[in-house]
């Protein structure tokens, strides 16, 4: 890894997340794109910020505990009087969860006119619905638009229906957000959502994509350049449920890049050899949080071939 403490930014909500443990009985776990997104790059050994808005109530305060001893830094997130969000968590049969989102009158609904950025500014990461509409999304799009002079950018719609907009809406806000990213995910799920019988990837190019890359749960991740494209299959686990799994990617191929200098305004970078390393990487840490209740992505150790 390259021995400087450039950060990377995460922008994105931080909320908890009501699952059932082993026993089925419920529990609190923090929860939110954003936060499983930082939270895996901090446990793979990375520098990395989280602007998020943070309730003051006891749950927002148990978050910030959570991140601050995995080594979040938070000095860049708000503070807010109004309750932590939370989202009630059914995982499926499949092990696909479904999502009862309790956010309304939450810590959502502050939002800055933009986010701070850290000065060091290595790579800067938006997702989910926090980084798409709303007030939340509008400064995240102001951010995004910012960090382009100075360093590399990516986007995850992570796409969640009963809070986004109408569909025709909601691509267009996910255009706009494309249009200043160079590295997009999505997941095969994300794409039916958007692209309504449409070739969204070649849309996504000419928006000035240079990699995207599209997970598809069990059968693995591709990514697209140019007019190439690279698959590789995710390993065989014993799949508890699928919650984070997608942050969890997206973090572990955030370090996998930085670890051949690939992130950066001016080193954005990338050949067909290192990235079919990159999705390796990226997939097991993935299938390493499936075999687990939760968010809950692997330490550095534990991807050690």
Known sequence: MPSGRSRIAIIGEALVDDVPDAAGQRKDVPGGSGLNTALAVARLGLPVALCASLSSDQSGRNLSSFLAREGVDLSFAQISKKPCPRVIV?????????????????????????WSLPGDLLHLHATSFAATAGAQGQAAL???????????????PNIRKAILPDMAQTRALVAQRIACADLVKASAEDLDLIGAGTDLLAQWRNMGAKLIVVTQGALGATA????????????????????GAGDTFMGAMLMAMQADGALGRSTFTFA???????????????????????ADPPRLAELDP
Do not use: K
Not at 147 to 152: G, H, L, M, V
Not at 224 to 243: K, W
């Open 272 to 294: 067909p050899e290192n990235i079919a390393r990159w999705l390796e990487f990226a997939t097991r840490a993935a299938s390493i949080n499936c075999t687990r209740i939760g």
């Open 224 to 243: 697209f350049f140019g007019a190439q494209e690279i698959h590789v299959p995710s390993p065989a686990v014993a799949t508890r449920d699928t919650v």
């Open 142 to 156: 102001c951010a995004m638009q910012q960090a382009r002079n100075r360093a590399s950018t990516s986007f995850d």
């Open 90 to 114: 059914t995982p499926g049969a499949d092990g696909s969860p479904t999502y009862d989102l309790r956010l309304a009158g939450s810590a959502l609904d502050d939002a800055p006119d933009t």
